[in-house]
């Protein structure tokens, strides 16, 4: 039986051999399968046989990312010519980093390298596509924002054949990414410095009084071409930077870019005695409240969204309520710090600093700060806040910038924000 079992594998192979004969293939000739490209060029795909490529020796057409290194150059083109006022983001693409962002823009720098292998698992030439999203938070309106999206070859052999490259999105969370880039049609490159611009776009139907973390997902599908050949379509992604959607500030929802520290900017020039005030807490209250290592964080009260009672509790009520019109202010008014709209906020009038900013030569300016009631007779201040003579009208209006400041960086509640004074 051990013979007999011998012979008819024998005859199996004979009739196998004669078979592939017959179809005109020879097992030497075939394409090596992909799962033997060489590691460390991404994806790669055998390249087709009869095909122009395969006829010069390139076994395998590889598509991989990157994340444009710290030490790579600026992009070229337009990159360098942008306009930060049309977009923010385009100005963060010129950095030193594969994602640059503020509160209200990023960009996000990536490369899409092509690379065609020899049979020996060699590099035979390769081109790379730097690939930039930048987008303003602002670009459109109700919790949606666009990219500008930026194309260009910064390197390619003089025999590299020519590469596609289709663009398009996803992203996660409460969110809806927009058509791919041009209209999904894929670009070709046939030379160094080649580019096209496009746009991505995203929308977040977040509810009222909720916020999302969203993150896009690129996707590129690209090909080398190789001539008579089917083009081999290979798709690798990369994410972007987290964004973050919200419906609790303000009449409309929008988003901005989360691990940057909000900020209320205020003018001395223009608000006079409140920012003055302010300033003057900052630099002399032991707790430097509000600046960029003490933040300030925000207190929103469903049942008393104009902070009334916590305003009171610092101003009027207490032991100690503070007289207006005490100092020769006029149209006197108490102007709390930190501000009742803060976690800071809302302390016993006792406990705080009385003082009052004055204008000196005309300028408003600390120096003329004078202290009319501490809680400790020699500085620095150990309290948790102060109360402030400053005229209504410039309270009023300091209010309004804070108020203004949450809409537009969208300080949502409990979330840290800075206070700058300028002159």
């Given amino acids: 039986m051990r013979y007999f079992r011998r012979g008819l594998s024998a005859l199996a192979a004979l009739v196998f051999t004669a078979s592939v004969c017959a179809a005109g293939a020879a097992p030497a000739t075939a394409a090596p399968p992909a799962s033997a ?3 460390g060029h991404g994806t790669c795909v055998a390249t087709a046989p009869g095909t122009p490529l395969q006829r010069q020796g390139t076994a395998w057409t590889c598509i991989r ?3 444009a290194p710290a030490d790579a150059p600026a992009p070229p083109g337009r990159t360098q010519a942008a306009d930060p006022k049309t977009n923010p983001g385009l100005g963060l693409c010129t950095g030193d980093a594969a994602i640059q962002s503020t509160r209200k823009a990023y960009c996000v720098r990536h490369w899409v390298i092509y690379e065609a292998l020899g049979k020996d698992g060699q590099v035979a030439d390769h081109a790379t596509v730097f690939v930039a ?4 938070m602002d670009s459109l309106p109700q919790a949606a924002w666009q990219e500008d ?6 390197e390619m052999t003089p025999t590299m054949p020519p590469v596609t490259l289709a663009l398009s999105s996803t992203c996660s969370g409460q969110c809806t990414p927009g058509s791919a880039a041009w209209d999904g049609a894929a670009v070709r490159f ?5 580019g096209k611009d496009g746009t991505l ?6 509810g009222k009084g909720f916020h999302s973390t969203i993150q896009p997902t690129y996707r590129v599908e690209g090909a080398i071409l190789n001539g008579s050949g089917p083009p081999r379509h290979i798709r690798p992604e990369w994410n972007g930077t987290e964004v973050r959607c919200d419906d609790e500030t303000g009449r409309w929802p929008g988003c901005i870019v989360p691990g940057h520290l909000a900020n209320v900017t205020l003018h001395k020039s223009v608000y006079r005695g409140a920012a003055v005030a302010y300033e003057w807490a900052q630099k002399n209250l032991t707790g430097h409240y509000g600046d960029h290592d003490h933040p300030l964080n925000r207190f929103v009260d469903p049942l008393d969204p104009k902070n009334k009672k916590r305003r009171e509790k610092t101003c009027d009520r207490g032991p100690i309520p503070f007289v207006r019109g005490a100092t020769g202010v006029p149209n006197d008014s108490c102007d709390e710090y930190p501000f009742a709209a803060s976690w800071q906020g809302g302390n016993d009038g006792d406990q705080c600093v009385d003082i009052t900013p004055r204008q000196v030569g005309g ?3 600390i120096s003329g700060v004078t202290v009319d009631r501490a809680t400790q007779p020699n500085a620095p201040y150990n309290a948790p806040c102060i109360r402030a003579h400053v005229d209504d009208g ?3 209006e300091a209010g309004g910038e804070f108020g203004r400041a949450v809409q537009s960086d969208r300080i949502i509640d409990s979330e840290a924000f800075e206070v700058i004074i300028l002159p």
């Fill in 65 to 67: 990312t990157e994340s």
């Fill in 201 to 206: 776009s995203y929308s977040s139907s977040v």
């Fill in 37 to 39: 490209a060489p590691p």
């Fill in 190 to 194: 046939r030379r160094l410095h080649e």
């Fill in 149 to 154: 999206i930026i194309t260009e070859v910064v």
């Fill in 394 to 396: 410039d309270n009023e």
């Fill in 133 to 136: 999203a930048a987008a303003s």
């Fill in 363 to 365: 300028v408003w300016d």
